[in-house]
């Protein structure tokens, strides 16, 4: 899939309208009629220890995360189901198309400018799965990663990092 700055990730083909994007690491696809090459980049060289990285989630924040939930169900026809946050509050379980979206409720003294997992409004963060946590938190840790969370056993296995403009990544292993 392409990302913003026309490179690929190796994700699945797309196409809209006349340009078409394609699956193929390495290459942009067709866009605008010129195929270019692709930069390299670090995940390029991953050893089998990285594992390959792929979207997990989108985790949102609201103060009233069934009525953000009901939104989603009703503009773009997620599927819709109701649970509870590890807040204990009420927390909407979305899925649309192949994406997971979950919108917990947080408190309202919750604000957007508030850091940290689990603690802002809006998008709190994003979700990457990996195939071996351990050795993707030693690589991470190797590379100077700012860890918010060292690994969590739940569900699953999960660790937070600090990415760019203070979004959170969580490291989810499936």
């Not at 690929?8 to 067709?30: F, H, I, K, M, Q």
């Not at 994406?99 to 947080?106: M, W």
């Not at 990457?128 to 946590?133: F, G, K, P, S």
């Not at 993707?136 to 860890?147: D, H, N, P, R, Y």
Request: hydrophobic share 35%.
């Amino acid at each position: 899939m392409a990302t913003c700055d026309g490179t690929d990730d190796g994700g699945s083909e797309a196409t809209g309208g006349d340009r078409s994007v394609t699956g193929r690491r390495g290459w942009a696809g067709d866009v605008g009629g010129t195929q270019r090459k692709a930069k390299a980049r670090p995940s390029d060289a991953a050893g089998p220890s990285m594992g390959r990285y792929r979207p997990h989630h989108i985790h949102l924040m609201s103060h009233d995360a069934m009525a953000a939930g009901a939104y989603y169900e009703r503009m773009f026809g997620a599927e819709l189901v109701a649970s509870k946050g590890a807040n204990g509050l009420p927390r909407a379980n979305m899925k649309l198309g192949d994406q997971i979206i979950l919108i917990s409720t947080v408190l309202e003294t919750v604000t957007q400018t508030a850091s940290g997992p689990h603690s802002c409004l809006g998008l709190d963060h994003i979700g990457i799965a990996v195939d071996d946590l351990q050795a993707v938190i030693a690589e991470l840790e190797a590379k100077g990663a700012e860890f918010l969370m060292k690994p969590r056993h739940g569900k699953g296995r999960i660790a937070f990092v600090r990415g760019p403009d203070s979004v959170s990544i969580e490291l989810v292993q499936t």
